[in-house]
């Protein structure tokens, strides 16, 4: 066989070349480079499939203490800048009228998906690092020409134009395609855009009532509503609705980390990667959420019950990002659970926190007051309960916000490191009366808001400066 096939001539006439000159002269080259982007971000053990550790220094997980290594979220950074490029490189291709034959709305609907991608990518990039490097469709190839960092608040102004974009051009559903980001996804994550940018560092003020408009218009879109049950709010039946409204998603030709992260040994003998901080668990309330979302007790093999200070670690763990999936998947190491970015509960307390910020008077409007206790009457299971009861408009401006910022941590617990975000644009990460454990502050310094910039591209680009606190090269 060796002898016959090497006397054959081998006469070989490509199909077609795809060069960076004529990439992207399909709808779907450029819908596969947007998919390629979201890969470098959730993948299996890669990226946000198994990058809790760089939040570990928040008040819900466990072994977290202040002490920010050098290297921390290096990945995050190169994997954010691997997805921009490929977002980028599509963008580019559209821009320049590489597809041929296509409408007009399909062209906006492709560069919809890009740029609502792209500001996902800075929005995450901007609270880590700060001001970064600002890297678009028409910029020089970074390498040869090296950039700097953009101020904070040139990366917000990119971030709002590309998601004002998306909402006007995404459609409200794909039919068929329901991991695709749409336009009640794009105002949500502008909703929460702006929140952030009325908080530190920017402190503009007046981007709360802009949260607020845009929260609202989500709310009153009759599009999305809250799962009813508490107990079924990550169940794979509702993966894609009603409440989740953008995911990194995950199916059996793309699976999740495994689940085993998630909890302990007690569970088929899991791994206890992220366990969770008994302070945290303590200060949650004892409510229908609570058993929902933490994994706090369990009954042995013998059907002995435990809890949590009877198992192996001695801290209970997020019972949300497992629990759901068949024991089967869970002992195959495989979990089709997707991983909320952004959903309606979400958008409920950012209106909740945003319109009662922006109020002229002194104590909380009815409006934000019923947002909030949506989410608290589904977690308490439409039930009274005097640990946590419905809060109320003779609240305070201060005190209501205190409770939102709360209620935020015990409903988005490890959603996408929504608490690590809130700790730093509240700038609370030091407050004994708010969050964080004593040890935690003993190590506190102002430097702990922001994570290092690698090394390697300080290295590299002779132009990026290290953020205060962190050694450079």
């Known amino acids: 066989m060796v002898f016959s096939f090497a006397c054959k001539k081998l006469d070989e006439k490509p199909i077609s070349t795809v060069t960076p000159d004529n990439f992207g002269n399909s709808v779907l080259q450029i819908e596969a480079a947007y998919a390629g982007s979201v890969n470098y971000l959730w993948n299996y053990w890669e990226g946000y499939g198994y990058a809790y550790g760089a939040f570990v220094n928040d008040d819900q997980l466990n072994n977290g203490d202040l002490n920010i290594p050098d290297d921390n979220a290096d990945d995050l950074w190169n994997r954010h800048y691997s997805a921009l490029l490929n977002i980028n490189n599509a963008l580019g291709s559209i821009k320049k009228g590489n597809i041929k034959g296509e409408t007009q ?15 996902h990518n800075y929005f995450m990039l901007v609270r880590m690092f700060g001001g970064v490097p600002l890297i678009t469709e028409d910029t020089p190839d970074p390498i040869l020409n090296p950039m700097a960092r953009a101020s904070v608040a040139d990366v917000y102004a990119l971030i709002v134009s590309d998601l004002t974009f998306a909402a006007a051009h995404l459609p409200v559903s794909w039919p068929g395609a329901p991991g695709k980001p749409t336009s009640g996804a794009a105002k949500g994550i502008l909703a929460k855009v702006y929140l952030t940018m009325a908080t530190y560092p ?34 794979l039946a509702n993966k894609y609705g009603p409440e989740m409204m953008w995911s990194y998603n995950s199916t ?30 303590h200060r949650w309330p004892d409510q229908k959420r609570k058993q929902a979302y933490l994994f706090t007790d369990w009954v042995d093999d013998q059907g002995h019950p435990l809890h949590y200070t009877d198992f192996p670690e001695e801290t209970p763990f997020c019972k949300k990002f497992f629990y759901y999936i068949s024991e089967d998947d869970f002992m195959g190491y495989s979990s089709i659970v997707n991983y909320p970015i952004i959903r309606f509960a979400d958008v409920l307390l950012i209106y909740a926190e945003a319109a009662n910020m922006a109020s002229a008077g002194g104590t909380a409007p009815q409006t934000a007051v019923d947002a909030i206790n949506k989410v608290i009457n589904r977690a308490n299971g439409f039930t009274p309960n005097a640990g946590h009861p419905l809060l109320t408009t003779a609240m305070t401006k201060a005190a209501f916000d205190a409770a939102v910022i709360q209620e935020r941590s015990w409903e988005l617990m490890f959603e996408n490191s929504d608490r690590w975000f809130d700790i730093c644009r509240k700038r609370i990460l030091n407050d004994p009366n708010v969050t964080v454990r004593a040890s935690d502050r003993a190590n506190f310094t102002e430097d702990d808001y922001l994570f290092p910039i690698p090394q390697t591209d300080l290295r590299i680009n002779k132009l990026l400066t290290q953020n205060p606190g962190y050694p450079a090269p």
């Open 105 to 119: 709305e399909t062209l906006d609907g492709l560069e919809a998906q890009g740029k609502f991608l792209r500001a």
């Open 202 to 235: 920017l402190h503009e003020t007046s981007n709360y009532q802009k949260a607020a408009d845009v929260a609202l218009e989500v709310i009153n879109s009759n599009v999305y509503h809250l799962v009813d049950s508490v107990s079924e709010v990550f169940s």
């Open 252 to 281: 059996y030709d793309d699976i999740a980390t495994d689940p085993e992260i998630w909890t302990g040994a007690e569970y088929f003998e899991a791994w206890g990667d992220a366990a969770v901080d008994t302070s945290f668990e």
